[in-house]
């Protein structure tokens, strides 16, 4: 019976150590790919809520929140143009998420000045979009794959929005120090 125990202890140490260094592995072959490659960064259009008012009737209530996520589009563009060097950066609106997972991203790229990318590379990227992560719950700018699957750690993945419990960041804030880990897992990984 002792054996027994200690041979389903050694499986599944075994098999936690196989996962960590695969983990290891794809975060290599993820940072070595982005800093070769592009980040596409999704931007949310909020289409489903402001058709849902136009529907209702409620075209004051749509317009706001088409002004509102039209302002916070910006400002994480222009947190990317002043605050982030690690790797070429695309920018598309989530409406048009099929179409890049599918690989056709021809006209529907832009970059830092808004201006549509002419030829951009479709194969090699990670995408990446404030939103909540998938493990935690805790609202960062969070990169994927090309799938949108959240990536894991070591890679640096996740970047917290709140600084502490009470406070959230700029976005500015947010993406210099996701630059910043970026470099430093690279400086790590090379």
Known sequence: MKLKNQLIVLFIVSQTICFGQEFKQDSHTYIKMLKNGT??????????????????G???????IRTKQ?????????????EFSF????????????AIKSGNCKDLLFDTNFQNVVSPNCSDFLVGEFDESETTHISAFIIKDKNYNQLKSPFPFLTKTNAKIVSTRSKADVIKDLNKRLNEFWAKNQ
Do not use: G, M
């Open 39 to 56: 980040l596409f960064v999704r931007l949310k259009t909020s289409d489903l809520s402001i058709t849902a008012l136009k529907k209702q």
């Open 70 to 82: 039209e302002a916070e589009n910006k400002a994480i563009v222009e947190a990317f143009k002043s």
């Open 58 to 64: 409620k075209e004051k209530e749509a317009e706001e």
């Open 87 to 98: 790797c070429t950066v695309y920018f598309f609106y989530s409406n048009n998420s099929d």
